[in-house]
């Protein structure tokens, strides 16, 4: 093979020749994550939003990778019982750890 078939092959295969490929996101949690960096100033264009087939006690999960690219899971069967506020408040919990790094808090508050 000539060096320049070598040299687009190799290209090909390291990272896109180092273009940015945006993460996948599904439309509809797009447009709630839309208007969370409207109402939180906290950009969201590098979390993967998806759909998932998750565990029936798992409404939602944020995922945090080694290379430290995150991702948002939703349980489809979940949001297909919920109404337009609680699909709101599902990714907003969601965003809040994905996008803003916080944990629960496990607290209990004794009255």
């Not at 320049?4 to 509809?28: F, N, Q």
Request: glycine fraction near 4%; charged fraction near 25%.
């Amino acid at each position: 093979m000539s060096k320049y078939v070598w040299i687009s092959l190799l290209c090909l295969s390291a990272t896109s020749c180092g273009k940015y490929v945006a993460p996948y996101k599904d439309v509809e949690l797009s447009l709630i994550a839309t208007q969370f960096e409207v109402d939180t100033g906290v950009k969201t264009e590098s979390i993967t939003m998806r759909f998932n087939a998750l565990d029936k006690s798992i409404m939602g999960i944020c995922y945090t990778y080694d290379d430290d690219s995150k991702e948002i899971q939703i349980n489809d069967a979940y949001w297909d019982k919920l109404n337009d506020v609680g699909r709101t408040q599902l990714m907003y919990h969601e965003l809040g750890h994905c996008a803003m790094n916080l944990k629960h808090d496990e607290t209990i508050v004794h009255t």
